[in-house]
């Protein structure tokens, strides 16, 4: 990762960065703030020879040889049990070693050995019996085999264990600097690798580069498409934005008099059936004829998200219940609107049907431009049937969601049928480099609803609004 990417990553996962870097405050201020005060004392064992002469001389590398292991012999389990039993103790030997350090100082035949307790007082006097124990121990060890004879090597307190009543833990300046940069450290660490993790979708040149082709509009996240979901005004960032891939779209097949676009995306949730009907919006705004088709028969949103029926549409006209002529509605907004009609058992079969492809050319004929809201590519076939019938497809790629697998796929699977893609529609991308996406869309397959059976119809402002939310 070079620093733009870095920078890039930081800019994108600030949220993150700063709600990790604040529990990591959090969770520090709560560990020294619920830690048990601790004391200290400090008490030194002096280890000599009590011989003379050139028996001294010798003896002296005895001591130094032998003063670590005598240090080291200051933690034996043993000894602390002796401590605990003479202090009449309420631990295990186990938190007492935790507490007791034992150090040779440097240079000298001086074994040092601080301890830390609950209490001032009690520090001392673990210091004290401990220092207590290593005289005895060095007693033991170094009692001479002959009568009479004297030790080598003695021991002896030099003074009393020291007695302070400031604690030694927890070191609020230290400790706290140490979470400090702790937690900011995490909170870079893991915007950064959460980026380098994400397999997401997040900038033009990722789309080109995996379809192909261009990006034929970048669709600005506008937090108020949850209660107005059609962009009839004009000024907006996001009815410009539309009017942009409307021009687009005719630079696509610039010698077509006529079109007929499918509007897909990889996955659900990426918005596609917003941006067909603003789409047909934009398109008709600019004059021409457009009738809007929603394929989707798994999960019909246009006609409630455009407040007209959905009880009548492309299956009554396939099976000869209506004509199409009657099935299609009109809306204030200059566009002409086809929905699925009853929701069918087999949606695959029935738009691979000859009489689908049928009803396709002959709206081509009618309308300068055709809309054809279809599932998502990935998880049915319905979109990888419809696109052979039109002139060319979009792909929906939502900013920070949809995946580059999920992206490659999708493309495939329109290159495999032989499909033409014009390009993808980047949808909610942010203003700014930052995740700040507030509303989401649902999207659900099922195949067990009756064919025979019609959705009400819904014309609250309200409604359509939320579902608009959910596609």
Known sequence: MDLQQFVTAMRVRWKFSLVTFLLGIAATAAILLTATPMYGSTVKVFISTPTGGQAEYAASFIVTSRVASYADLATD????????????????????????????VTGTQTIEISVKAESPELARDIADAEAEEVVDLVTRIEEPTVTGQQPAIAARVTA?????????????????GVGLLLSLFLAIA?????????????????????????????????????NEPLSTEFGTPLSEAFRVLRTNLQYANVDARRQAILISSAVPNEGKTLVSTNLAIAIAQSGRSVLLIDADMRNPNVAELLGLENAVGVLTVLIGRTTLDNSIQSHPSGIDFLGTGPMPPNPSEVLDSRAMKDLIASVKDKYDTVIIDAPPMLPVADASILVTEVDGALLLVRHGSTTREQLRLAVSRVQGVGGHLFGAVLNRTPRRSAESYGYGYGYGYGYGTNPGSAPSKRTGGGVRGRRAARD
């Open 77 to 104: 389990p043993a000894l602390l049990q002796n401590v605990i039993d003479q202090l009449d103790l309420d631990s295990s030997i186990e938190e007492l070693e935790g507490n007791i350090t034992a150090a040779v």
């Open 160 to 176: 009393d264990a020291s007695f302070s009543e400031s604690t030694v833990s927890p070191n609020l300046v230290i400790n706290g």
């Open 190 to 226: 893991g915007a950064v690798l959460r980026d380098l993790l994400d397999r997401t979708v997040k900038s033009r040149e990722e789309v080109e580069s995996i379809t192909g082709g261009g990006v034929l509009a970048s669709l600005p996240f506008d937090p108020q498409v949850k």
